[in-house]
């Protein structure tokens, strides 16, 4: 059986807020994304995957994937404002019939 660890004598190392271990886990798009696109968009489209710069994003019906796919551009800037410049460079849409987030 391995040891457990412990810390060094003398050393208490201070616990770290669990928010900050999910962000390292959990890319930021999910927290800003209310912001970033406006209560609107929202209500109807929700962050679901973020890889290799593809943001994944689900709708909850086929006139709101035109709609998020004519503002791409748009939303693609402000995201990468928001969270800088290398971490979103697309967005792919995806109709779910529902955007209930599921964080």
Request: no cysteine.
């Amino acid at each position: 059986m391995a040891p457990r660890w412990q810390p060094l004598p003398g050393e208490r190392p201070e616990p770290k807020p669990i928010a900050a271990s999910l962000e390292r886990i959990v890319p930021r798009v999910f927290s800003v994304w209310d912001e970033v696109v406006g209560p609107d968009v929202a209500e109807h489209a929700r962050p679901r995957s973020l890889r290799s710069g593809t943001l994944v994003v689900a709708v909850d019906d086929p006139a709101w994937a035109t709609q998020l796919r004519w503002l791409e551009a748009d939303l693609v800037t402000r995201l990468q404002e928001a969270l800088g410049a290398s971490q979103v460079a697309r967005i792919e849409v995806q109709v779910r019939g529902s955007v209930t987030p599921s964080w």
